[in-house]
Nanobody, 114 residues
Framework: VQLVESGGGSVQAGGSLRLSCAAS????????MGWFRQAPGKEREGVAH????????FYAVAVKGRFIISQDNAKNMVYLQMNSLKSEDTAMYYC?????????WGQGTQVTVS
């Protein structure tokens, strides 16, 4: 499995960004996709999760109502729409995939909110 993130960048507070994760080599089995982030000096935290089969989504309290995770199965893409961005959203964002636990990770894309 290979995951490649894109879409990060610098944005002013209150702005929006959409992150993309291109997935290849996925097996046809129950799996979930997620977005995580890690800010300097902080632990990695889960931001949003998507159960691919059932399309259920889950969000961290800090981003609920502002971020939306979605998928395009035909393109093997997962997205994270981030709205009303805050300075505390600044971090490296990672896409992850797994069945039960996350076992595959992308290289990350930097999001900076000023």
């Amino acid at each position: 499995v290979q995951l490649v993130e894109s879409g990060g960048g610098s944005v002013q507070a209150g702005g929006s960004l959409r992150l993309s994760c291109a997935a290849s080599g996925l097996a046809y089995s129950s799996y979930c996709m997620g977005w995580f982030r890690q800010a300097p000096g902080k632990e990695r935290e889960g931001v949003a999760h998507l159960y691919v089969r059932g399309d259920e989504t889950f969000y961290a309290v800090a981003v609920k109502g502002r971020f939306i995770i979605s998928q395009d199965n035909a393109k093997n893409m997962v997205y994270l729409q981030m709205n009303s961005l805050k300075s505390e959203d600044t971090a490296m964002y990672y896409c992850a995939e797994g069945s039960g636990t996350y076992t595959n990770w992308g290289q990350g894309t930097q999001v900076t909110v000023s």
